[in-house]
């Protein structure tokens, strides 16, 4: 009977202590991407693709593409062009980009999550 009384005040303890969302953990990790290629490129037009692995296990990463003429390292902040894909899956992921200049251009792939 002692067992069981220990056992109902543990639950209750348990319970009392309940914070919202308990039993839903959001744990955001790094996001990957592998293999980026650059494809069927001409003068007007190019293809990228990367192989998005994860997005840190966060529903709302963004992923896309970062385009530069300049920047060898280019990032969200300094890039000419930023496309961003329409949803989150991962895969690999292909974006067709018009692209009107000569000379380099300087491409990177990217997750965007919370972390």
């Not at 990463?61 to 300094?78: L, R």
């Amino acid at each position: 009977m002692k067992k069981f009384f220990f056992f109902l005040f543990f639950i209750s303890l348990l319970y009392s202590c309940k914070k919202n969302n308990f039993l839903s953990w959001n744990l955001i990790d790094t996001p990957e991407v592998i293999n980026i290629q650059l494809k069927n490129n001409s003068l007007l037009k190019f293809e990228i693709s990367a192989n998005f692995k994860k997005t840190g296990y966060d529903n709302n990463a963004k992923m896309g593409f970062i385009v530069s003429k300049m920047n060898t390292n280019p990032t969200i902040d300094n890039c000419d062009t930023l496309f961003y894909l329409s949803d989150n899956e991962i895969g690999i992921r292909s974006q067709q980009i018009n692209w009107y200049t000569n000379g380099d251009i300087f491409c990177r792939a990217f997750i965007l999550n919370k972390i």
